[in-house]
């Protein structure tokens, strides 16, 4: 009786090497011949799944921001109240600097792309925009001081968590001061609440 192939786990494994590729290599690294290669199939097999290279990276973009999601859904599993979720949603986003290198690679090397390809640029905007909203609920949500602005703090909050990533992933700085660093702006905009709590200000969790 022939083997029963799981297409779907092979299609990932596939687009899994052309990720580590891309994180390392950067896009021009990535080829047919490359990815089989890095998967350990054929040529052929990478071209039965995918048409060319590009259908192969948008879905390598896809398979990303599906990464990115899982990651930051599974650290606030366990949140109490919305400063809590606010913060391990910050704090999932700078680890991606240490417990997600590839993605967050992979990532750097996609936005180039993102600029003159429009799919991979709607997935790119799309997963964005979640996040700032998701933020800018929870900052409305947590007690926010009066004169912030929650969609307009959420931007500035997802730069610097992005920004405290690439520090954390280039050794500029250890995650425990990345975390020191967002909870110093979480304190300034939501007074009299320890981010991570929600109870009046203790001193901030270290990781």
């Known amino acids: 009786m022939p083997k029963k192939v799981d297409h779907a786990a092979r299609r990932e494994e596939i687009v899994q090497a052309a ?4 994180a390392r290599d950067g896009l021009a690294g990535v080829t047919i011949g490359q990815v089989a290669q890095e998967a350990g199939v054929s040529k052929g097999l990478v071209q039965h799944y995918f048409a060319g290279k590009a259908d192969l990276l948008r879905a390598s973009a896809q398979i990303l921001r599906e990464e990115i999601e899982r990651h930051v859904r599974e650290a606030v599993r366990d949140a109490r109240g919305p400063a809590d ?3 391990r949603v910050l704090f999932a986003i700078v680890e991606l600097g240490v417990t997600a290198v590839v993605p967050l690679l992979a990532g750097h090397a996609f936005l180039s792309m993102a600029v003159a390809d429009p799919e991979i640029r709607a997935l790119y905007r799309a997963g964005g925009d979640a996040v700032h909203r998701e933020i800018a609920a929870l900052l409305a949500a947590s007690g926010a001081a009066p004169d912030v602005d ?3 703090e959420a931007h500035a909050l997802l730069g610097l968590a992005r920004g405290l ?3 954390v992933l280039l050794g500029e700085l250890g995650v425990d001061d990345a975390a020191a660093i967002v909870d110093h702006h979480l304190r300034r ?3 009299g609440v320890v981010a991570g709590s929600d109870t009046p200000s ?3 969790v270290s990781e």
């Open 19 to 22: 990720l580590r590729l891309c």
């Open 85 to 87: 979720t606010l913060r």
């Open 150 to 152: 929650p969609g307009a």
């Open 165 to 167: 990533a690439d520090g």
């Open 189 to 191: 905009i939501l007074p």
């Open 202 to 204: 203790s001193p901030p």
